[in-house]
Each structure stands twice: as structure tokens, then as C-alpha cells.
């Protein structure tokens, strides 16, 4: 695994490989519990994650873990770890919120560059599932910055509670 990421995400070291190239999803089990671990105890995740209202231990680990097999076991699609390069760079994928598909994406802070093109190797995955119509994001209100999302033509729902938390709603159709 390499121990750092590639700052120009678009090209590593003039090879012409794209940065969606180098993006693989894998599942969660497969990564190191250490690497999650420290990822989620990570304070600045917690600025965007409201409902992240537990200490991160190993405990919250192992049910989160489990949490995201079930999806994946009961709708055949879930969260995956996601890789830059080989290395560790957050998770996110699609859960079944009722009838919907919500995509969540939680990079490591020195990562955050790289959501865009994570967020788009992700929604060709959608766009080629016939199971998902249109999908969701919930933006915490601390998410201000929502012009990616728009680009990409999420269309603004609604402000939705969600176990006390608010946030804001999107949709975008992959049809």
C-alpha cells in the first residue's frame, strides 16, 4: 500500500493515468480496521457528520462494519471502502433509504479533493444499474458548498429531519 496520495489526482508522475482510473471500491472488510478506525476518529469528519454522535472505538467499529454488510446483504448493494491508488481514502456508496438510493461519501480530510471524482466513477456505476432510477444525497447544513452538486444536476428537494439532525436534500436522475 503506498503511504501518501498523489497531490495532482489527475495525472501520477505524467503517466496519463486518469485519477477515475485509479479509484477502486472494495469492501469494507477488506481494509485494515486501524485505517477506518482512525479515519472516523478523525475530528474534522465529525464537523460533517451530525448524526456522529458516539466515540469511535471499536465497538462503533464492529457495528458499523456489520451495519454495512446487512445493506449489502439485504438490498445487494452498499458502502464500499474506496482506494486511491491502493491506498485507503474513505468509504461511501448507495444504501436503500425506503424506496430510495442515498449515495454517501466520507473521505479522510487530506483526501477531500478527490470527492468529485470518486462521486463520478460512483454515479457511472448508478447510471448502469437498473435498480436505481435517481439517487439521493444528504448534505448536512454544514455543507455549504453544494456548486459540485449542481454540475452535476442535483436538483435542490427539501430540508429533512433525520434522527434530530437537519439536512438538505438532492436528487439526481441516472436514467
Same mark, same amino acid.
Not at 501518501?4 to 496519463?16: F, H, M, S
Not at 454522535?53 to 462494519?65: G, H, M, R, S
Not at 452535476?152 to 436522475?173: P, S, T
Given at each position: 500500500?503506498?503511504?501518501?496520495?498523489?497531490?495532482?489526482?489527475?495525472?501520477?508522475?505524467?503517466?496519463?493515468?486518469?485519477?477515475?482510473?485509479?479509484?477502486?471500491?472494495?469492501?469494507?472488510?477488506?481494509?485494515?480496521?486501524?485505517?477506518?478506525?482512525?479515519?472516523m476518529?478523525?475530528?474534522?469528519v465529525? !464537523?460533517?457528520?451530525?448524526? +456522529?454522535?458516539? #466515540?469511535w472505538?471499536?465497538n462503533a /467499529?464492529v457495528?458499523? $462494519?456489520?451495519? =454495512?454488510?446487512?445493506?449489502?446483504?439485504?438490498?445487494?448493494?452498499?458502502?464500499?471502502a474506496?482506494?486511491?491508488?491502493?491506498?485507503?481514502?474513505?468509504?461511501?456508496?448507495?444504501?436503500?433509504?425506503?424506496? !430510495?438510493?442515498?449515495?454517501? +461519501?466520507?473521505? #479522510?480530510?487530506?483526501?477531500?479533493? /478527490?470527492g468529485?471524482? $470518486?462521486?463520478? =466513477?460512483?454515479?457511472?456505476?448508478a447510471?448502469?444499474?437498473?435498480?436505481?432510477?435517481?439517487?439521493?444525497?444528504?448534505l448536512?447544513?454544514?455543507?455549504?458548498?453544494?456548486?459540485?452538486?449542481?454540475?452535476?444536476g442535483?436538483?435542490?428537494i427539501?430540508?429533512?429531519e433525520?434522527?434530530?439532525?437537519?439536512?438538505?436534500?438532492?436528487?439526481?436522475?441516472?436514467?
Amino acid at each position: 500500500m503506498h503511504s501518501k496520495i498523489d497531490k495532482n489526482p489527475n495525472d501520477k508522475q505524467g503517466t496519463g493515468v486518469r485519477a477515475e482510473e485509479q479509484i477502486s471500491f472494495v469492501q469494507l472488510r477488506d481494509v485494515s480496521e486501524d485505517d477506518i478506525m482512525s479515519h472516523m476518529s478523525d475530528p474534522r469528519v465529525a !464537523e460533517h457528520m451530525p448524526l +456522529l454522535t458516539f #466515540k469511535w472505538d471499536q465497538n462503533a /467499529l464492529v457495528k458499523f $462494519i456489520a451495519a =454495512k454488510e446487512e445493506c449489502w446483504r439485504r438490498d445487494g448493494l452498499g458502502h464500499w471502502a474506496i482506494l486511491y491508488q491502493g491506498t485507503y481514502v474513505g468509504w461511501g456508496g448507495f444504501q436503500k433509504e425506503g424506496s !430510495e438510493w442515498d449515495f454517501g +461519501l466520507v473521505l #479522510k480530510p487530506e483526501c477531500f479533493g /478527490l470527492g468529485q471524482k $470518486i462521486t463520478k =466513477k460512483a454515479l457511472a456505476f448508478a447510471k448502469a444499474d437498473s435498480r436505481i432510477p435517481f439517487i439521493t444525497f444528504l448534505l448536512p447544513l454544514s455543507r455549504t458548498k453544494t456548486a459540485a452538486l449542481k454540475r452535476l444536476g442535483a436538483k435542490f428537494i427539501e430540508e429533512i429531519e433525520l434522527e434530530g439532525a437537519v439536512f438538505k436534500k438532492y436528487k439526481l436522475d441516472t436514467a
